[in-house]
């Protein structure tokens, strides 16, 4: 007996995704969130540093995604639109929760711990948690002003390139280099004083 | 005149730095920034450490969220975009309806035929005046009618007495052919006066005319 595969049908485009929408399809809308939401919530969850408020995040930016279609012209993708609203959404949550409060009292377990000692991230003697680390790193991001944590969070974890930041941000490619730059350095130079980077 | 110093030439400003570290600039430029780097192991060691944090950050991912945290959040951005759809269409509809509404009631303007202005309308309980007194000239009418008068004065306005019983003396009246002169019986004794364009009662006491 012959086995016949079907053949692979591609993803349906963005584009087509949202005309579906326009048209009242409910699968294209449930389409759109798988593709995102994981993305969207790591973009959240980086710039508010935890879970709740990162899904509240995420939940609020979909929805004001979804039924402000109107205002997406498609100059850039939808992706990156989508991250537009849903970090804006992040930081307005983190400015009426207090982030850098919620921050601070989650760390200070390992600065009491550590007593302050570098540590290096490759001594498993030291033992370094993956969890505490990336509060660290959370802790390390809170002390950037809005626009070089938008900036960087953005490049480095929804892998946007600089030309996308731009378009997300409304802001030159230039000004996104140089504040990448400079929120790395502050970055590492916070980092530094607590582990060996 | 001011020169450069050689170790100064293609000082790699910051974002040039941040392009260097994420591979983005020509080869040419890239080249030329590392060979400033290892003049420089101060900002060599700063790029060091800012290429071992790209190194740390994949591996502080956040975890991704239960199942159903997601399946309870697409219940709830699919209820939120329903509510906005709802709202929306009434809004389009109420909209539609005021534009119609409208649209209905600027044509019923330009289509109502015009009035005189304020200052052309007479005033309350002021007559309008459609023609002058002079102009109409009233034959007969009844004595009835003479307070619906809007203009012109009744032919008559009270008995008209053509002649007193002293000046005519009857010696019969014999009904016309078209019968408009009154068949009154008379007697040697009894005379009486003939009027024309009876708009009153006649006096009381006297008959009144047949038809």
């Known amino acids: 007996m012959a086995v016949v595969s079907a053949p692979c049908l591609p993803a349906p485009s963005d584009e087509s995704l949202l005309a579906r929408l326009a048209d009242g399809e409910r699968e294209a809308l449930e389409e759109l969130f798988r593709r995102y939401r994981l993305l969207a919530y790591r973009v959240a969850h980086r710039l508010l540093g935890n879970e709740a408020d990162a899904l509240d995040a995420v939940q609020e930016g979909f929805i004001k995604a979804l039924t402000h279609l109107d205002s997406f012209q498609g100059r850039s993708t939808f992706k990156t639109w989508l991250l537009r609203v849903v970090s804006n959404a992040a930081l307005d949550f983190g400015r009426q929760r207090g982030r850098r409060e919620t921050l601070s009292l989650s760390t200070s377990r390992i600065r009491d711990r550590d007593s302050m000692l570098p540590l290096a991230l490759d001594d498993p003697a030291i033992g370094l948690e993956r969890e505490d680390l990336r509060r660290l790193l959370d802790e390390a991001l809170a002390t950037l002003s809005e626009a070089q944590r938008k900036t960087f969070v953005l490049h480095a974890e929804a892998e946007l390139s600089y030309r996308e930041v731009a378009q997300v941000l409304g802001i030159s490619i230039g000004t996104v280099m140089s504040r990448l730059y400079y929120a790395r350095q502050k970055l590492r130079a916070y980092l530094a004083q607590r582990i060996k980077l | ?211």
Request: charged fraction near 25%.
């Open chain 2, 1 to 211: 005149m001011r020169q450069s110093r050689p170790a100064d030439m293609g000082t790699p400003r910051p974002e040039e730095l941040a392009a260097y570290l994420d591979g983005e600039l020509s080869p040419a430029r890239q080249e030329s920034i590392a060979t400033w780097l290892r003049h420089h192991p101060e900002a060599a060691a700063e790029i060091e450490g800012q290429r071992r944090l790209a190194g740390v950050w994949p591996t502080t991912t956040p975890a991704e969220p239960a199942d159903a945290n997601w399946a309870s959040m697409l219940v709830r951005i699919e209820s939120a975009v329903d509510r906005f759809r709802s709202a929306r269409g009434r809004n389009r509809r109420r909209i539609q309806l005021g534009i119609t509404g409208l649209a209905a009631g600027l044509l019923l303007v330009l289509l109502t035929p015009k009035e005189p202005g304020p200052a052309e309308a007479p005033s309350a309980g002021e007559p309008l005046a459609v023609v002058s007194p002079d102009d109409v000239e009233i034959v007969s009418l009844h004595a009835a009618d003479r307070a619906t008068l809007v203009v012109g004065a009744a032919p008559v306005m009270g008995p008209l007495v053509l002649a007193s019983s002293n000046d005519v003396e009857l010696e019969g009246v014999d009904p016309a052919d078209d019968g408009m002169i009154p068949s009154i019986h008379m007697d040697e004794r009894t005379i009486i006066p003939m009027s024309v364009a009876p708009l009153d009662p006649p006096p009381a006491g006297l008959p009144e005319p047949r038809p």
